[in-house]
């Protein structure tokens, strides 16, 4: 089976672009979750979505949005970028929507902001 | 809130000695904990995690963890280490919110092996 793929790996944007990140979760699991991982920190909480509807949000601007689509793959949109969302950004793959189950990580998505 | 420490940023071992990579979480109900590794220019693999069964979990690569209650602790050991154990390596809590569930990592301890 294929892992969870991320897509792009390394991106370069300047400051006020939007960008969209791309994430496809391992085939049967019907969960992901967005994480962001700046430079020398844990990965921070972002979204979790679940059968294509939003179940959680950690504590970001509106400015990060995402979705998931029926084939379970998701998005995560941010506008107005700014120097600080340099990062890397996560997606993990979860069975269903329990806490206590294994998320498993894609490779991310390294985002550097000029 | 919940939240997970995790004390040392860096923790150096030689290569054969005892890992010992410390974690203590707040919670106000019975939690979730898990370890993950990220080797250089990855994502985040699972070591183990304890889910209420036995309090001593063993997860892969040698790697085991006990969960204490009365310490808020979840301490993460390997007996013998080896070179390809250098990493960093992350505490995380998970709780439910509304209708999902929201994990917290600690900050991390990048793991050194020295031979």
């Known amino acids: 089976d294929a892992g969870v793929t991320q897509s792009p790996t390394h991106l370069i944007k300047t400051r006020g672009q939007h960008v969209t990140l791309r994430c496809s979760p391992i085939s049967g699991h019907k969960s992901v979750s967005w994480y962001q991982q700046v430079l020398g920190q844990g990965p921070q909480f972002i979204f979790q979505y679940y059968e294509k509807e939003e179940r959680g949000r950690g504590n970001f601007p509106d400015r990060f949005s995402a979705r998931q689509f029926p084939n379970y793959s998701s998005e995560l949109n941010v506008n107005a970028l700014l120097l600080g969302d340099s990062a890397l950004y996560l997606c993990?793959?979860?069975?269903?929507?329990?806490?206590?189950?294994?998320?498993?990580f894609g490779p991310g998505t390294r985002l550097l902001v000029l | 809130a919940q939240s997970v420490t995790q004390l040392g940023s860096h923790v150096s071992v030689s290569e054969g000695a005892l890992v010992l990579l410390r974690c203590n979480y707040s919670?106000?109900?019975?939690?979730?904990l898990f370890w993950y590794v990220q080797y250089p220019n990855q994502g985040l693999q699972l070591l183990l995690k304890?889910?209420?069964?036995?309090?001593l979990v063993k997860g892969i690569n040698g790697f085991e963890a006990e969960f204490k209650k009365s310490e808020t602790s979840f301490h993460l050991t390997k007996p013998s280490a080896h070179m390809s154990d250098a990493a960093e390596y992350f505490c995380?809590?998970?709780?439910?919110?509304?209708?999902?569930?929201?994990?917290?990592f600690g900050a991390g301890t990048r793991l050194f092996v020295k031979a």
């Open positions: 304890y889910t209420s069964a036995a309090t």
């Open positions: 993990a793959s979860i069975p269903g929507g329990g806490s206590g189950e294994t998320q498993y």
């Open positions: 919670s106000s109900v019975p939690p979730y």
């Open positions: 995380a809590v998970s709780d439910r919110m509304a209708g999902g569930f929201k994990t917290i």
